[in-house]
């Protein structure tokens, strides 16, 4: 494997670098369990990779876990911060702690979850950078409306934005 092709051409460096602090605001809400911190997007990266920060709070374990899905366009990572997050490898569920990490190639089949009823934090990993922010947007829109989705609708949904149901 070589180096991928040049990027930057000028003769001198230059002072590019953003910096994101601990305690920025959170970008998003998803009900009112999960917050979205985008640390770096497809569009700030130039399509190299996103990188988002996710916190769900303590809540009671879930009565079913969600169903696997996949992406064809982008391979898809988890690092776990803190606390436990259940992760789907499309053949088995782990109860994932501090330090473990999952990564899925496109196609793989995946999901997750915190059904750990304490709360729990990890990383998020586009790559390269697929602009996923409008389709959390829209997760965070239904979640807050109260709507139920149709089938059809879901299907839309996942459709539009790489996602597909294993």
Avoid: C, K
């Amino acid at each position: 494997m070589t180096y991928p092709p040049r990027q930057y051409f000028d003769s001198s460096a230059t002072n590019s670098a953003t910096f994101r602090p601990a305690g920025a605001p959170v970008d998003l809400r998803i009900g009112t369990r999960t917050r979205v911190g985008h640390l770096a997007t497809g569009a700030t990266t130039a399509g190299g990779f996103g990188l988002y920060r996710w916190d769900m709070a303590a809540a009671p374990a879930p009565d079913s876990l969600p169903g696997g899905h996949f992406h064809r366009t982008f391979t898809e990572s988890f690092y776990i911060l803190d606390g436990t997050v259940s992760l789907y490898d499309g053949a088995t569920w782990r109860d994932a702690t501090a330090g473990d990490f999952l990564l899925v190639p496109p196609g793989g089949v995946h999901a997750f979850s915190n059904r750990s009823g304490a709360a729990a934090s990890m990383l998020v990993l586009f790559a390269p950078g697929a602009p996923r922010e409008p389709y959390f947007e829209e997760l965070a829109a239904i979640v807050d409306s109260g709507r139920q989705l149709t089938d059809e609708e879901w299907t839309d949904l996942y459709n539009r934005h790489d996602q597909y149901e294993a």
